[in-house]
DNA sequence: CCTTGACTTCAACAATGGTTGAACGACGAG
DNA sequence: CTCGTCGTTCAACCATTGTTGAAGTCAAGG
């Protein structure tokens, strides 16, 4: 267990960059977007903590299925700093119940769309 | 049963426009895009089917799962004019398939995620 | 200490998905 | 035939989601 407020900032753009995946100019587009967080050293230069390229995994995945940047950074608003397995359990759930309700506004419409018959020609 | 290459192409770039919920722009853009087709009058005038506007009804759905716009015109030409109820349902199914496919890569993200533990402690 | 590579900011560019406005043409009702 | 409404194109502009390049700074190894 990881004592609370211990949560290290070690990690560099580039570092992150290589463990998401994502271009270090992406990574600094995500921080200053709010999916992931960084402290700055005496130098002025961005650390973040471990969970930022999970993060910006997650936000890629989510957006494929539709979300904007903002919508998965207020998402991760709600994660507290140094996340337990519950924590990422919450936002997980709201990740898939949003890309449901989507999925579920496209069914019901083809649906709609297939059952209408002539809904298409009107 | 409708005669095939009957397709009439009636509707104004403002009748689709109120059909659909779009703006006229906005089915103008999609038409430039392939979402829907028109024929022009003798004055140039843009003309659409029925169809048209249940086209971008169900553009705007994918587009919130994800779909571009490119993607969802290309799903949409294989549809033949004047299509039958048939054509619909397997287009229906190629949307709601892809959507699908995103949908399970978000779960499979987050679930490798919350199996993992630390995967996102690194 | 000094070099080198990775970092910083800022501005410009790009692609996607449109909206808005100007200037002008088409079409239907009277 | 004329008038008003709707249509046309084109260019500019907007937000989103980044990338690229310039100019300069930080940090770590030799």
Redesign the interface.
């Known amino acids: 267990m990881?004592i609370p407020g211990t949560t290290t900032y070690t990690l560099t753009v580039g570092e992150v960059a290589a463990?998401s995946g994502a271009a270090p100019s992406a990574v600094r587009f995500y921080e200053q977007h709010g999916v992931i967080q960084a402290v700055r050293t005496s130098g002025d230069q961005r650390r973040f903590s471990?969970?930022a390229?999970?993060?910006i995994?997650?936000a890629k995945?989510?957006?494929?299925?539709?979300l904007t940047v903002r919508e998965i950074a207020d998402v991760f608003a709600d994660l507290p700093e140094d996340?337990e397995?519950g924590d990422?359990?919450r936002i997980?759930d709201t990740?898939?119940r949003e890309?449901?309700e989507?999925?579920a506004?496209?069914?019901a419409?083809?649906?709609q769309?297939?059952s209408g018959?002539r809904?298409?020609?009107?």
Chains 1, 2 share one sequence.
């Not at 995945?61 to 539709?66: D, I, L, M, P, Y």
């Not at 809904?119 to 009107?122: D, G, Q, S, T």
Request: proline share 5%; glycine share 8%.
């Open positions: 990881t463990a471990a969970d390229a999970c993060r995994r997650v995945v989510a957006q494929r299925v539709g996340p397995p990422w359990g997980a990740l898939v890309a449901e989507r999925m506004a496209l069914r419409h083809l649906e769309m297939r018959g809904l298409c020609e009107m």
